[in-house]
Structures are given as structure tokens and as C-alpha cells.
């Protein structure tokens, strides 16, 4: 049996940004098999967007691809009011779930950093992820959940990822400030910080490189760097009934990486 999160007859909806590809995809799929239905966002490659659907469907639950810049706020009106349709063409008047997941690495040492590649990373990791959760707050049920997704670069320091991982450390921040706030209305709200995992994140970096690789699983306790089903599974389950009394947390999700 599936372990279903909370949420009534109908089954539950996942908002979840940057669902086309890795973790982003994987968090849809392993909702998928809890039961959970997905309304997910893509920026440009829609192919991979519809294979994401056909796969949800595969496993029984409907996934709905919407095309979204999450570093562009002014496409976040918009953007609920698609989903306000997609939740008509589900029956449904509220989502259930939150995963800001979307985003992209940088890697520059600190007098290295453009102002360009700083006011990028800021719309898209932490004006982005505040503004979008704003702009869907009218439309996810008391009750319901949120996870943002940062690093595991908050907690160790490795050179050339100090305006990646700050933007990451102000989200952090932000999820405890939501907890808070949105608590009168139930809505429990973590952070998942992943180590390093081999997915086309950073070109590929960990994925394809060997050599990246193996100095990442020398850096991690558990021998190895981390797959997209480690990560996938452990948003899905912050977002289940199992977690419920989970809030306000940092939950980083490495391996062990740099102990």
C-alpha cells in the first residue's frame, strides 16, 4: 500500500519547481508512487517535461507540466492562476504541498562574482522561492506542507560556492520565518539540504566526471556520492502524515559528506 500524506478523498497535490529533470523529477516520481498527484514546472526543455508526465502516469497519478522561470517574479501571477485551472481540471480548489526546488549552481570564487551572476542567482534562489511562495500561499490548504531545497554548502565551506550557498543559507533562514508565520494555519515547513548527488546539476559535474566523483565519495562517511533516489524520497516522505510533527527543520541529506 502506498504510504499516503493527509489530505482527503481526492489525492493530494504537489506543487513542486523544476520537476522536469533531477531531483526535481525524482521528488514528482516518488510522490507519484505515495499516491500524490503533480502540478510541476519546467523553464525550457518540455520533452523531458512530458516524459516526466507519461512516467507519473505509468504509476497510476496524474502530473501536470506548466512552463515557469522561477527567477522571473513577474511570471508568478500568472503562473497561480494556471494552477488555479489545473486544480479546477482536478476537482480541486487547493494544492496540498510546496517542494521550491527549482534553481541552477554557480561556481566562482568570491573576486571572481560578477554582479550579473550575484542578481541572478538572488531572483532565482531566494527572491524566486520567497515571491512564489507568496504569490500560492491563497492556494495551498491550512494544513498542507513546504519544503525548500538548499545545500549541504550551508554547513561546510568549499571554494568557489560562497554565492551559491548564501543565497541557499538565506532560504534557510526563510523556512524557519515561514514556520512561523504560517503556523496558525498548520502549514509545517522544512528545509532538505542534499550533499553532492550525480545528476546534470553543474554540468554533470558529480554524474559524469570520475574523478569529481570519487573525491566526493572519499569526502562522504557512507563511501559514495548521492543518487537522486536518496534525495526524492525523503521530500516526499517531509510532505507525508509519517512527518507530521516535523517543522522548522533543516534535514541534510548527504551521506554523511564532510563529517
Known amino acids: 500500500m502506498p504510504n499516503e500524506p493527509i489530505g482527503g478523498p481526492a489525492a493530494p497535490v504537489a506543487i513542486v519547481t523544476g520537476g522536469s529533470r533531477g531531483l526535481g523529477r525524482n521528488t514528482v516520481i516518488n510522490l507519484a508512487r505515495r499516491g500524490v498527484d503533480a502540478i510541476f514546472t519546467f523553464r525550457t526543455n518540455r520533452d523531458a517535461a512530458e516524459a516526466v508526465v507519461s512516467e507519473a502516469a505509468a504509476l497510476g497519478r496524474r502530473a501536470f507540466a506548466l512552463q515557469l522561470d522561477t527567477g522571473r517574479a513577474g511570471q508568478f501571477d500568472n503562473f497561480a492562476q494556471q494552477v488555479t485551472q489545473t486544480l479546477d481540471a482536478l476537482g480541486r480548489e487547493r494544492f496540498d504541498y510546496l517542494v521550491n526546488n527549482a534553481g541552477g549552481s554557480h561556481h566562482a570564487l568570491i573576486g571572481a562574482i560578477s554582479e550579473e551572476d550575484l542578481d541572478l542567482l538572488y531572483a532565482v534562489h531566494f527572491k524566486g522561492v520567497l515571491l512564489l511562495t507568496q504569490a500560492l ?23 568557489g560556492s560562497a554565492a551559491y550557498a548564501s543565497m541557499k543559507g538565506a532560504v534557510e533562514v526563510l523556512t524557519r520565518y515561514l514556520a ?6 498548520r502549514i509545517a515547513v522544512n528545509v ?27 569526502m562522504t562517511a557512507l563511501g559514495r556520492a548521492g543518487e537522486p533516489d536518496d534525495i526524492g524520497p525523503v521530500i516526499a516522505s517531509l510532505l507525508s502524515n509519517d512527518s507530521r510533527w516535523v517543522n522548522a527543520q533543516r534535514i541534510e541529506v ?3 559528506m564532510v563529517l
Open 137 to 159: 500561499l491563497p492556494l495551498i490548504r491550512d494544513g498542507g506542507r513546504i519544503v525548500n531545497i538548499s545545500t549541504g554548502l550551508t554547513r561546510f565551506a568549499y571554494p
Open 180 to 185: 512561523k508565520e504560517l503556523g496558525p494555519r
Open 192 to 218: 532538505v539540504a542534499p550533499g553532492a548527488v550525480a545528476t546534470d546539476f553543474s554540468g554533470g559535474m558529480v554524474r559524469d566526471n570520475p574523478e569529481v566523483n570519487r573525491r566526493v565519495a572519499d
Open 254 to 256: 548527504s551521506g554523511g
